[in-house]
């Protein structure tokens, strides 16, 4: 498992990489306990289950998914076109939380719901034009551990980077990071509990 350099600051790591401004932040303050605020996402979000489309065949995606944010924060990958659901007082109290912890302001949240050791994402960047040159992306993990991969898209000198994401941390990647590194969530070999990630986003 790659270990990320510490940071002077107590309760931030900056990850070593070329080509990539990724900071983690450990057990943020989230206003309640982990356990419970996983149980109150994955009984009140409205999930849904989109279907993708790659090389002509349409596939359900192996996790569930929702966007919150503000009323235009319209955003669309993979060919899905998705139109925000408010914000709960549970969501707009923790995005109040990141932005104070990051310094960033987000407009929307993309969340999604990892059932068991199944549910998985596949290699990507966050560089859709709605988020800008260089996303400031901060990426909340709730519940079960899971292993955060990112490859290079074009040094294949570099080493894959394999990033355990425990309950509670924070993720915040920025600068050259989408543009040059994809990033993923890979199946597990073993059965695993849910987990719920939160992406903070700021679509334009
Ligand atoms: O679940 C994660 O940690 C990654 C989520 C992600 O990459 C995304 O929502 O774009
Ligand atoms: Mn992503």
Redesign the pocket.
Known sequence: MYQPQLDIEQDKRQLVMADADIWLFHQIDTGCRYDELLSLLIDNICWRQESITLYGKTHPQPRL?AWYGDNDAHYSYSGIQLKPVPWTSTLSDLKARVENITGYSFNSV?L?Y?RNHHDR?GM?S?DEKELGRQPV?A?L?LGEE?V?VLRHKFRKDLKTIKLA?PSGSL?LMKGDTQACWK???NREKYPCGA?V?L?FRRVR
Do not use: A, K, Q
């Open positions: 998914s993309l999604n990892y994402m990507h966050d992306i990426s993990s899971r955060f994401l993720l990033h993923g969530i987990r990630n992406t």
